[in-house]
């Protein structure tokens, strides 16, 4: 009886042993593993579908109103040269090129969640540029202004008089421009072709009643 | 036979440890697709600008030398596109066919030249090559769309103001104040409600 018993624990141990072997061996492996190269940001299967999708785009006129609104999570970052940037820009904006994109002082106005990024340019080519490394990078809350600074001035500065066929809403988005290019600093006069209806004032006034004489009596 | 049982335990629990770990081979994904450029030295490619190509440069190169691929969809492309042109819509730009197509072409030293309806759509396609480590790609700069019912491709001048801001926001700017003068006020329009005569009291004497 005792023999076997002992005979058992050899076997035991034996098993131990080689089980103890297979799981070093594996962890041999796990070293030998072979080397693969990490993405540093997004897959680019991510990338793809992020860049193909236009939700990244945002239009002039929605901007506008939000700038109006005194939205305070709009940040503009233009992204043209520096001296572009002296000569004109829209109200507020800070200038980053492209070249700049990873200064590490200006780049933590890309790489927040707290503002929306507009980025813009003259037109979309550089702001999409930028858009492209950050959305590589795996930042958040980069939004591209359609058009870029053309389409700023041929909607918001300067609107194109809708044609008389034109459904209503032409009209009120023509309005609309006309008021935010005021507010962008545009003077209130047209130019001579065009004529801005004034709205008239309908001011109604009620007459007091008098009161009455008390009747009857002689 | 109490010590077997406790050997019979440790022995299925290495078996399914031993299994874990199996599994953990087995399912292991390499990525399919990594970058190969880091964001610097993709910033510093655009900075150079020297993968923007005009009509004319497309000219210049010898036939051998490139192949010209249009990134839209294939609806677009069947309707018209550039002569020897060949079709990698963006959408599947990984499918097996145009990523064997691009190894050749990477292979054979051959310029990958792109374009789409805008230089926008090309070189979202061209940051994402560039990064997979085909350095051989670039963009043709043109804007293609539809005259006469034939198909235009057209040089695009790339990031060029429309007018010069600065200029255009004076010129604005001074308008106000010439005009500002003619204004005319709009007239209140008052609108009176006749008073109604008080009928004379009835009766009395």
Known sequence: MSKSYKSKKILVKRRYQILAAILFLLALGLVLLPKYKENEGIDPELFVKNALSTERYISTDVLADRLINQDPTVLLIDTRSEDEFNEFSLPDAVNIPVKDFFNENLNPFLDQNVFDVILFSNDNFYANEAWMLGNRLGYTNLYILKGGLNEWFSTIIDPKYPDETMPREAFELYSFRKAAGMYFGVGEAESKTEEKPVQKKKVVTVPKKKKRAPEGGC | ?205
């Open chain 2, 1 to 205: 036979m109490k010590e077997l049982e406790r050997t019979k335990r440790i022995s299925i629990s290495a078996v399914l440890f031993l299994l874990i770990i199996l599994i953990g081979f087995l399912t292991f994904k390499k990525p399919q697709y990594v970058f190969e450029k880091n964001s610097a030295s993709t910033l510093e490619k655009i900075i150079k600008k020297d993968y923007i190509l005009s009509l004319n440069d497309l000219d210049k190169l010898e036939a051998s030398q490139y192949a010209v691929i249009d990134i839209r969809s294939n609806y677009e492309y069947e309707k018209g596109h550039l002569k020897d042109a060949v079709n990698i819509s963006a959408h599947d730009i990984f499918s097996k066919s145009s990523i064997e197509l691009l190894d050749e072409l990477k292979a054979n030293g051959q310029t990958i030249i792109l374009y789409g309806e805008h230089p926008d759509n090309a070189n979202s396609a061209w940051m994402l090559l560039y990064q997979m480590g085909y350095d051989n790609a670039k963009i043709l700069c043109v804007e293609t769309g539809y005259k006469d019912k034939t198909f235009q491709i057209n040089d695009y001048p790339l990031e060029k103001p429309r007018v010069n801001f600065a200029q255009f926001m004076d010129s604005a700017k001074s308008a106000k104040s010439k005009k500002i003068v003619k204004k005319e006020k709009p007239k209140k329009k008052v609108i009176t409600v006749p008073k109604k005569k008080k009928r004379a009291p009835e009766g009395g004497c």
